[in-house]
């Protein structure tokens, strides 16, 4: 498919967008804005230094970095400012539905009052869906490094104030010495009460993490799911048992978890039939979007119109969005198909 019948193709399709942090999806304008108001963060408030600043030389400094931005973030403005910049983008992108990964505990740690972080996710949302017409979704997930505390804390409060549009539980940050078990009562908590269980697993250590996900925390998608691929049982599993992974290929290249898109285990997940989905993690930080990751993908592994609209709709389907609006947007997938849009592909 010619790059711009492929791109037009990719903006025509509506998409949903399943693994997006809020801190990470701050726009680089944002940014530069609060890091003017804060200093002490230590977060350049100069563009190109910024740039500078986003360059990871691995995961840990990748989380280092982030930590800073997010400390910057102070109330009930900043994290509504988040929301709604991050709808705007969504929407020049034809993204209609976005699942947002929010770690209250940080938020709470960093000092935020709780009722600050909700009031901004509640404004922010309203406005996200009256004046950009995307509709979002909050994930509440826990800090894995920061242990069993943040595990219970980040329970409670997801049980206690349950916002509107809280659809998932999830656990974020490293990996490596940071086993997924310890926070199984708290998984089984929020799905007791009706959450979707969705940490993130093999994105910077093996196959054993996404086992244990899927075992000792009832994983429905996999956050990444990168090192699948190195167990061929899982692989099986994984297609089998039809668990999407959340693949963030621009996040893996990055944060130098894989060497280039071309590399990415992505084209193995697809030839072994595991539900593919492809996100974007922490856009402006990653210099990624969603359009973007669709095309680098489509890119490198050749695909043909009908197998990107695959991945939109896994999307769709994998997504806690209710059947009435999945089939409506899975129609509109079908229909851009049909329509010819990127016709030459
Ligand atoms: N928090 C923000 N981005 C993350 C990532 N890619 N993995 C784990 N935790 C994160
Ligand atoms: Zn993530």
């Not at 840990?60 to 400390?71: C, G």
């Amino acid at each position: 498919m010619p790059g711009e019948s492929l791109r037009a193709f990719i903006h025509a399709l509506p998409k949903a967008e399943l693994h997006v942090h809020l801190v990470g999806s701050a726009g680089v304008d944002t940014v530069l804005a609060l890091a003017r108001r804060h200093p002490e963060a230590g977060v350049p408030a100069d563009r190109a230094e910024l740039e500078q600043f986003f360059e990871f030389r691995d995961f840990d400094h990748f989380l280092k970095v982030y930590w800073a931005v997010q400390s910057m973030l102070k109330d009930r403005r900043d994290i509504r400012a988040l929301v709604i910049g991050l709808a705007a983008e969504l929407a020049r992108q034809n993204v209609r539905y976005a699942e947002v990964t929010v770690t209250p505990y940080n938020h709470l740690l960093d000092g935020m009052p709780g009722d600050e972080l909700l009031t901004g996710l509640v404004e922010g949302r309203a406005v996200a869906r009256a004046e950009h017409n995307v509709e979002l979704a909050w994930c509440f997930d826990i800090p894995g490094e920061k242990g069993v505390r943040a595990g219970r804390e980040t329970a409670v409060f997801a049980l206690r104030e349950r916002p509107d549009g809280l659809v998932g539980f999830g656990l974020g940050g490293p990996e490596i010495g940071v086993g997924r078990a310890q926070f199984e009562p708290f998984f089984t908590a929020a799905r007791e009460a009706g959450l979707h269980s969705v940490p993130h697993a093999g994105e910077t250590s093996g196959p054993a993490t996404i086992w244990s996900a899927v075992h000792d925390l009832g994983a429905e998608r996999i956050g990444h799911g990168t090192s699948c691929t190195a167990d061929p049982a899982l692989l099986a599993w994984l297609a089998e048992h039809r668990i999407p992974v959340e693949v963030c290929p621009t996040s893996n290249v990055r944060t130098r978890q894989v060497p280039s898109i071309a590399a990415h285990p992505v084209r193995r997940m697809l030839d072994h039939g595991l539900v593919v989905t492809l996100n974007t993690d922490d856009p402006p930080m990653f210099g990624a979007t969603l359009e973007g990751e669709y095309l680098a993908v489509a890119t490198s592994l050749g695909l043909r119109a009908a197998e990107v609209a695959r991945l939109a709709k896994n999307a769709v389907a994998a997504s806690f969005l209710e059947d009435a609006a999945k089939a409506a947007m899975a129609a509109e997938i079908d229909q851009v198909v049909a329509s010819g849009t990127g016709a030459e592909a």
